[in-house]
């Protein structure tokens, strides 16, 4: 499969996209790496103890304490604990961050787990033969007591590259035990590497990756930052030059818009919606405008299988985690719907965050998990509306209308003679009523005169009704 890194800069932000087969699949952005939580390891110190709901707070130095499940403990803890800890999920709204005592630290080909004693090999190197053979060199190579997991990039590599990855990875887990043990003053412990640093040494492959950057000193740092990962093969890395942005350029822009919206158009003619909540995400297919060719049932499997395939690519270029409720068009053939769960698994192995199909439900609805990993897109890209507060919706201009007049009336009560109203324009069209008849009827009712102005710079939800007292 054909891979292209996309990288582009722009004062303090760094963009990344993954194209496979010409299309967004990843989507990575980092405005300042000193602000990333993730993977980082601090020396914390234990707050409380909740055993009733398994768990510890932990003081790792941030505005709000971290969250520990005491099933992520490599050991038993009491409050006042000091622990080296590593955060395994950022801190999102009014949650703080999510650690565990289990280390792990990536380097290129393997992983370090100082506190774990097993050997993982990646499940995207498939071959039975080179997964022993990994297996093998890492089963001789690794530290007593620790564990190993082999990376994807590991195929085809030396027991030398292997065991020269992992002499660094020793060296960097030694400074950070002996800077637990000091007294240090930052909680801090250790920090991974910036976004293209982590993406060149996570994602890429120089066999099947070419990398197009927009910056002539980004393109001299990519190839000093692979000679110094031991990449010695030939390194495509084309310098965009070109007026508009390259991700623009690219049409990676129209790919980011699609993943933040609600609804997702199919090239059949359906449609996905996406509904998602803190629990859970929710996708519903809907044929749309097709209408198939030959019957009913083949108009909707072939629906479900295109929609089987975007939401597998939606999911991941999402980043979406946790539990996904997927209500495929109701399909009476069971043979149908083992084709649709094949096609969606299929689609699914691509995406290296592990997921878990578990097939329909007795209601009919797909249910699969996601592995949560980092931050959804949209909470990178996106903050909550601040005149809907996140909820998606807003007053309508004619209830906007009622609740202004019923302030109105509130302020006439004050001994006010004069009331100004400034809304927005269509508000503004409701308060006045066609005619003048709402506002007459207003100020008959009030006893007062009112006055409304109309203000296109204001937002549909913002008002102001002012009073003057007589003189």
């Not at 066999?207 to 740092?221: F, H, K, L």
């Amino acid at each position: 499969m054909k891979r292209e890194i996309v990288i582009s800069v722009l004062l303090n932000q760094v963009q990344v996209g993954i194209i496979e087969d010409h299309r967004l699949v990843e989507y990575y952005l980092e405005r300042d790496c000193k602000e990333r939580l993730g993977t980082n390891i601090y020396k914390g110190r234990v707050e409380n103890v909740l055993p009733g709901m398994g768990a510890a707070f932990v003081d790792i130095g941030m505005a709000k304490n971290a969250f520990l499940y005491l099933a992520d403990a490599v050991a038993d803890i009491k409050t006042g604990d000091s622990l080296m800890v590593q955060v395994s999920k950022e801190a999102v709204g009014t949650k703080g961050p999510r650690v565990t005592t289990k280390i792990s630290l990536p380097g290129r080909y393997l992983v370090l787990m100082p506190f774990q004693d097993n050997i993982g090999i990646s499940r995207q190197i498939v071959a039975e033969e080179e997964r022993a053979r990994l297996k093998e060199i890492a089963e001789e190579i690794r530290p007593q007591g620790t564990g190993l997991i082999v990376r994807t990039v590991a195929e085809g590599r030396s027991r030398e590259e292997l065991q020269g990855d992992l002499d660094d990875l020793v060296k960097i887990w030694s400074a950070i035990e002996q800077k637990f043990r000091s007294k240090v003053s930052s909680p801090l412990l250790y920090q991974d590497y910036d976004l293209v640093h982590r993406i060149l040494r996570d994602v890429y492959a120089a066999e099947n990756t070419s990398i197009i950057v927009d910056s002539p000193q980004m393109q001299e740092r990519i190839v000093e930052e692979l000679a110094d990962l031991g990449v010695g093969e030939q390194t495509s890395i084309e310098l965009y030059q070109g007026k508009v942005n390259l991700f623009t350029y690219l049409g990676l822009d129209k790919d980011l818009a699609r993943a933040g919206s609600n609804r997702v158009w199919l090239n059949c003619g359906g449609y996905l919606v996406f509904n998602q909540t803190e629990a859970l995400l929710s996708v519903d297919v809907n044929t749309g405008k097709y209408v198939g060719s030959k019957n009913l049932p083949d108009t909707v499997l072939k629906t479900n299988l295109e929609a089987a395939r975007e939401i597998a690519h939606q999911l991941r270029l999402r980043n979406t985690g946790g539990i996904v409720i997927i209500d495929f068009i109701d399909m009476a053939d069971p043979a149908h719907k083992e084709a649709v769960l094949q096609e969606l698994g299929a689609s699914l192995k691509a995406d290296k965050t592990r997921t878990n199909l578990l097939g329909f439900t007795r209601l009919g609805l797909v249910e699969l998990t996601r592995k949560k990993t980092e931050k959804l897109l949209s909470h990178v890209l996106e903050v909550d509306c601040p005149h809907c507060k996140g909820r998606g919706r807003v007053l309508s201009d004619e209830t906007l209308a009622f609740q202004i007049a019923r302030e109105v009336r509130s302020l006439a009560v004050e001994g006010v003679e004069n009331i100004s109203v400034h809304c927005h324009p269509a508000v503004a069209g409701f308060v006045i009523g066609p005619g003048g008849g709402n506002l007459r009827a207003l100020e008959e009712h009030t006893g007062k005169t009112v006055s409304v102005q109309g203000d296109a710079s204001l937002s549909r939800q913002d008002y102001r009704v002012q009073s003057s007292s007589s003189d």
